[in-house]
């Protein structure tokens, strides 16, 4: 049923076939790349999410391991405070400290009494010594107010302080110097004293606030700690009891003045042990994560490398693939309608697509043949028509010739300029015939050379000689330049001198009076190269592609002049019999060049 509805027509083309469109397959094309973009991309998520989880790992792993080592700190200054509070001097009062302060001003005081009562002026200095005392007894009230406010850190920085380390260097010195020339009761060992007492009052509480406050971070690090761990809340337990005991160990040891080194060392060793194992623990799992994501990251870097050359590769076989598609087509569709353009009707293009291509290609083929049945239609009726008109054409010119020569009896002269004017119309009338007729041989293969061997340079000056009262009455300035002395060549001289007769009259036409024209020949490459320049209007860019074609009238675009438009064709299909070519240069308002090539040899 589908086969008679094809045959009778009731199904179209594009049901007929079964059609991949243009834009199909170009999306199809472009959703395979796609596509591979798609598994690129989800291979990069998925590695990306891997590493995501190594890094998160990996900072969960350097936390805990800050923590571990902040709690390993914290126990080891817990440890140093122990220390130094055993090492430190018994513990001495502010009030005590301070009594040794004016103890040691009065005693200054007195030394400078007697040394003013000896040598009869007080020495300067002893007055140094007693404004630098002053000064440090200043310090030493502010030390003794801040542990008074429970702020012994501020007052153990002011004590250590590099202020304070000059001024009791200095106060040395100076002592030092007095006794050396006064020979003073007071040494640098009495003024030692001072700072041993003014350093005690402070240490030791210091030491017991700085224990405390390292213990109390520690317990605080340790629950940070745990948060992070599964079994958090017995790690916390764990370590905060143990840090609680060491406590309570530094307590009874103050109490008692006796230090409890086994157990000290017990409790102690039961916290360390711990966290040297978290540290531990956690290095070896963030070294281990470290070498997966060394691996991940280069398994990224090969997917994407390998990710662009296979997109690149994609990429290319998809042009390949529409260019052949599209773009052959298409290229072979541009040829054959240059090869229309010169009136080639037989071609055909060979369909091989389903596609709006072969559509086409198909409306193509049939355009050709319908365009070569009306050509061939065209020929056929201006054959016939060009045939009918010359025996007429010649009745009329031979009728005329008569009445001209008298025989029907005599004319007046304004008949007989009647009958010269007629006679010239009835000549143009006749080469439009020949030429027509001549140019349908030409396209039918039925024109042929007379081939000769033909001096060149005798035949050109032969041709320009015809002419030589248009250039007069025109004032045109004619310049000839033939370097061809001795040239021949196996030429029809009938038919070339109408290619070079035609150029040097449109020369005439169009070049303006008083204006100059050129002609030269000479031999290049093996070919006899003639050209024709004038200095006339030239010719519009826009009509050089078409100068050649059949019935084109450049002339009456520029200037008005009137032709039959078959000159130039007729001058391009003899020079190509030839075995010639042919071409054009203009510009207007400037001139216009008319060459044309033969080969040199037989």
Not at 122 to 140: L, R
Not at 182 to 192: A, N, P, R, T
Not at 362 to 379: C, I, P, R, T
Request: with cysteine; charged share 25%; hydrophobic share 45%.
């Amino acid at each position: 049923m589908k086969k008679l509805m094809e045959i009778i027509g009731l199904v179209s083309r594009d049901e007929q076939r079964r059609r991949v469109t243009i834009g199909l397959k170009i999306f199809l094309g472009f959703c395979v790349i796609l596509l591979v973009v798609l598994l690129g991309n989800l291979l990069f998520i998925s590695q990306f999410i891997k590493l995501n989880t190594m890094i998160q790992s990996t900072s969960s792993g350097m936390y805990r391991i800050a923590l571990a080592q902040k709690m390993r700190r914290h126990l080891i200054q817990e440890k140093r405070f122990r220390g130094l509070y055993y090492t430190t001097g018994a513990s001495v009062s502010i009030r005590r400290a301070s009594d040794k302060i004016d103890s040691f001003v009065k005693n200054l005081k007195a030394e400078s009494k007697r040394i003013r009562a000896k040598y009869g002026r007080e020495p300067n200095i002893m007055k140094e010594i007693s404004a630098s005392i002053d000064e440090y007894c200043v310090i030493a009230d502010s030390v003794f107010s801040l542990v008074g406010k429970d702020s012994l850190f501020a007052a153990h920085n002011l004590l250590i302080s590099d202020s304070l380390k000059t001024l009791v260097a200095r106060i040395n010195g100076q002592i030092s110097t007095a006794n050396k020339r006064y020979g003073l009761k007071i040494v640098e060992s009495d003024f030692g004293y001072i700072l041993e007492a003014v350093r005690t009052c402070v240490d030791k509480p210091f030491y017991i606030a700085g224990f405390e406050m390292e213990n109390a971070q520690f317990c605080a690090t340790a629950e940070s700690l745990s948060a992070l761990f599964k079994d958090g809340d017995s790690l916390t337990d764990e370590l905060t009891g143990l840090s609680d005991t060491l406590l309570a160990i530094f307590d009874s040891e103050r109490v008692s003045g006796k230090q409890d080194n086994p157990a000290w060392n017990a409790t102690y060793s039961a916290l360390s042990d711990p966290l040297e194992d978290i540290l531990i623990a956690e290095l070896s799992g963030v070294s281990g994560t470290l070498e997966h994501s060394r691996g991940a990251v280069g398994l990224a870097k090969q997917l994407g490398i390998f990710g662009t050359i296979i997109l690149f590769l994609l990429g290319i076989v998809l042009a390949l693939v529409i260019s052949r598609k599209i773009a052959s087509p298409i290229a072979v569709l541009r040829e054959a309608t240059d090869a229309a353009k010169r009136g080639e009707w037989d071609r055909r293009i060979q369909v091989t697509s389903t596609d709006e291509i072969g559509d086409l290609t198909e409306d193509f083929n049939a355009m050709l043949a319908e365009l070569g049945k009306v050509d061939e239609m065209k020929s056929r009726f201006l054959a016939s028509i060009t045939h009918d008109l010359k025996s007429p054409i010649g009745r009329v010119r031979g009728n005329i010739a008569n009445i001209q020569d008298g025989l029907l009896g005599p004319i007046n002269d304004g008949q007989r300029e009647l009958l010269d004017m007629m006679t010239k119309d009835i000549d143009k009338l006749s080469r439009l015939i020949h030429d027509i007729l001549d140019l349908q041989k030409m396209k039918a293969g039925a024109f042929k050379l007379d081939l000769r061997e033909v001096e060149i340079k005798a035949f050109v000056l032969n041709t320009l000689e015809q002419h030589t009262q248009d250039f007069i009455d025109r004032d045109i300035d004619l310049r000839v330049k033939l370097d061809i002395d001795d040239v021949k060549a196996e030429v029809d001289p009938r038919q070339l001198e109408r290619v070079l007769d035609n150029l040097v009259v449109n020369a005439i036409k169009y070049t303006s009076v008083g204006g100059k024209i050129f002609v030269e020949a000479d031999v290049s490459g093996g070919e006899i190269v003639f050209s024709v320049m004038d200095s006339g209007v030239g010719i519009p860019k826009e009509h050089l592609e078409h100068i050649f074609d059949e019935f084109y009238q450049a002339g009456q675009k520029v200037k008005g002049v009137k032709g039959t438009g078959l000159g130039l064709t007729i001058a391009k299909q003899i020079v190509e019999a030839h075995g010639g070519r042919i071409w054009v240069e203009s510009k207007p308002q400037v001139g216009t060049v008319f060459a044309f090539a033969i080969p040199s040899g037989r």
